[in-house]
């Protein structure tokens, strides 16, 4: 069976769109579990969100929306309309389909390894998440040519075996060639990473033939967390340096190693 998995973001600024990471659903014919920041022990406390969203009230309340849906089979309904809502801070996007037995204790494990992937820690004080520090290498960090930026969730439409299939990146920027750019946590369950580390691989090696691509480059952006190196995380390393130029995001110089790659300067300031 499979079950479809959510990833829920918190947009601070609808107008410059540098959504969090605060929740992740998985639900199987309307029905599912949710995890998000700020739920603890079956309820939820508002000051582990502080910081993190405008209104914790607001917040709980929004938990509480999701939660009546899943409970009455209904949330496949109102999925679309959650997601279509145009300067909205809270988001729902649709993320893919995982395989599963559908019983309640194996749909929240899920739920527990994707949220600790993908959210993690709730506390204001907590690492910053990859999609924070990746926001902010990439777009407050960079200075870019007039007329020329990072573009966000870009795709591909390839033919496989004579079937379409979509291919997406996190960003793109375009110049004298084209240059796509993934995240990727290295800090997931072996599982996992695996799992991401082949994605990625067949992303990239399906799309470097793709006509309207010039020159095209791959740049990784990898995050360790808390997590220390070791050999297999060395080994996919390895494998995604095969094609990919890779970047830890939390290293000091992780900014100018990104410009020197996009062929652009440094903000004064970073």
Known sequence: MAANWYLVKYVPDPFRDEPKNIGVVVEDNGHGVVRFIGQRDGGFDGRRVRGLVRSPRTLKAW??????????????????????????????????????????????????DLFTELVGDSSPTALQSIDDLTNDLLFHKLRFPNNYHIEKDVSYRVELRGEPHELGFDYRYESDRTTLLDKISLAAPEKQLRKNVHDLMFRIEHVREYKELRRPSFVTLYDLGKTRMSDQIEGHLRVIERYSHTVDVRNNQAAEDVADKLGVPLLQSA
């Open 63 to 112: 938990i509480e929306y999701v939660e009546y849906h899943l409970a009455t089979g209904t949330f496949g309904e109102q999925v679309h309309r959650l997601s279509s809502r145009a300067g909205q801070n809270y988001r729902v996007d649709f993320r893919g389909t995982v395989n599963s037995p559908g019983s309640a204790t194996e749909m929240s494990a899920l739920a527990d």
